[in-house]
């Protein structure tokens, strides 16, 4: 055998590593992409675009595609493709109640479970969310208002339930885009801390009553009746294919 045989096997055991983490980054581009409200709902999802941009095949892009579209997030078509997934009245009602739901009792275990590293966590979350407000980055704000509920359920934790909020937050930001009632506006940062004040004082029926009335502000700025133009992939991913 070569002295070369060992490392060309050795590079052969690497490659499914390196093909999962390269599937992993583009499904991440692509919730990002989503949570930070770039890529509106209805958006074909063409597989030659999107393997042209990150520079992959199109069976790579399928597996992400399909991945997205087991979380709903994207709505695959027979015979049209892949499209961002566009919420209807009734879905998106069924969203926010799932997350009024869930996200109460997320809000309850992470008043026992929490550690004062997690509530500093919490804190510096929130002040990077007043940050990229004060800069004006809405689409950054977007994501990281996002990531404070993601970070709840992290503390609660409950695999299950992060996984259901994960997906709910994504759904959110689709229903957001879609229904928004005039200029863009997400999670409040006050109401974010007067949260993160309930769960470190470990009062439960505050922390979820504050949980509830910031969902039911959220749902407040939706009217349920509109659509948003569809979104250039070359646009959204620029950066992405940079890389």
């Not at 060992?6 to 490659?15: C, F, G, V, Y």
């Not at 992959?56 to 892009?61: D, E, F, K, Q, T």
């Not at 934790?157 to 909020?165: H, I, K």
């Amino acid at each position: 055998m070569s002295s070369s045989a060992p490392i060309t096997a050795l590079e052969s055991d690497k490659r499914p590593l390196r093909k999962a983490a390269q599937n992993v980054r583009i499904y991440e581009e692509m919730l990002t992409a989503i949570l930070e409200q770039r890529l509106a709902p209805g958006t074909k999802l063409s597989e030659d675009t999107l393997g042209e941009i990150f520079g992959v095949s199109r069976s790579i892009i399928r597996i992400v595609l399909q991945q997205l579209a087991h979380e709903r997030i994207v709505q695959i078509q027979p015979n049209r493709g892949a499209f961002v997934a566009e919420p209807s009245h009734e879905e998106a009602r069924e969203v926010l109640q799932a997350r009024r739901l869930i996200e109460e009792g997320v809000v309850r275990l992470a008043v026992n479970k929490h550690t004062d590293t997690e509530i500093n966590d919490l804190r510096e979350m929130v002040s990077q969310e007043q940050e990229s407000l004060d800069r004006g980055n809405h689409k950054t704000w977007i994501r990281q208002s996002g990531d404070f509920h993601l970070k709840l359920a992290d503390i609660a934790g409950n695999q299950t339930l992060s996984a259901y909020v994960k997906e709910l937050v994504s759904r959110n930001s689709l229903i957001i885009v879609q229904y928004q009632k005039g200029n863009l506006s997400a999670c409040s940062c006050d109401e974010h801390s007067e949260i993160i004040d309930a769960i470190d004082a470990r009062d439960e029926d505050r922390a979820a009553a504050l949980m509830l009335e910031h969902l039911q502000a959220c749902e407040d700025q939706l009217n349920l009746n509109g659509g948003e133009p569809k979104s250039d992939l070359y646009a959204v991913f620029s950066k992405a294919s940079e890389n």
